[in-house]
């Protein structure tokens, strides 16, 4: 995995890159204590993995790691920072982890975990990319007699109506002729989870959480104002997912 490091302080970004040198699956491509030069860096050239801190004096991290998000959308997130109060905030960015200073190996270890079951260990850049492309499962919705074929990764979630399923994506609605099992299934693999038996989310398009009664969580969608649930047996993985 190719890295890019960003931290104002000097010492925190030294002793990142000491404890990533653990990691042989990791290589540092560019590094630095500035956003402005790893905003120019981002437009020229690309990385797998953003370590970025969210408190810095001439941008909000946060702020950052979206714009570079939506520069290069496969660009994981892995946010570094002091404050545990930014860390639902965080996971509106294409987030994999947060970390708390101070940064230790058994935390990092984790965290390089994380990285690796969220992208797949393949072996090189140009093999990842791929393999990607090639096992991106593609979805058939029907808009009454036609047939509509959408990439796994532009819908927003799967939902269980009655005597219908439906997939909701920003560009619309869509009938789905197999049922809610047969798309876990099939999407398990891709990033997708089953919050609710009435509820299948694309994680990538999740843009923030928050309790309801009766120990469940409600969720807000990134291109839908219609809240999810995550019902109260599902709680303890999406949590572990998003670090809760």
């Known amino acids: 995995m190719k890295a890019l490091l960003l931290d104002d302080e000097i010492l925190v970004l030294n002793n990142l890159k000491f404890l990533l040198k653990n990691f042989p699956q990791i290589e540092i491509i ?15 050239n690309e990385a797998d993995v953003l370590f970025i801190d969210i408190s810095m004096p001439d941008i909000n991290g946060i702020d950052l790691a979206e714009y570079a998000s939506g520069i290069r959308p496969k660009l994981k997130i ?55 492309q090639k096992l991106t499962p593609k979805i058939q919705g029907y808009v009454e007699d036609k047939c509509y074929i959408i990439s796994s990764r532009e819908g ?20 789905l002729k197999n049922p809610m099992t047969y798309w876990e299934e099939l999407l398990k693999r891709h990033h997708w989870f089953r919050c609710h038996r009435g509820y299948l989310i694309n994680l990538d398009k999740v843009v923030s959480t928050y309790p309801l009664f009766n120990q469940t969580y ?10 999810v649930i995550v019902s109260r047996s599902y709680i303890p993985e999406f949590k572990r997912l998003f670090s809760l």
């Open 156 to 175: 927003i979630f799967i939902k269980a109506e009655p005597r219908r399923i439906v997939l909701v994506s920003a560009k619309g609605e869509y009938l």
């Open 78 to 132: 892995v946010f570094i920072t002091a404050y545990d109060n930014y860390a639902l905030e965080a996971f509106r960015a294409n987030t994999v982890d947060y970390l708390l200073k101070p940064i230790t190996l058994p935390k990092l270890t984790k965290t390089i975990k994380k990285l690796e079951n969220y992208m797949g260990d393949y072996g090189s850049d140009i093999i990842r990319k791929s393999e990607s």
């Open 218 to 227: 409600g969720v807000q969608m990134q291109g839908s104002k219609e809240e």
């Open 30 to 44: 560019y590094e630095s204590t500035s956003a402005a030069e790893v905003v120019s860096w981002i437009k020229e």
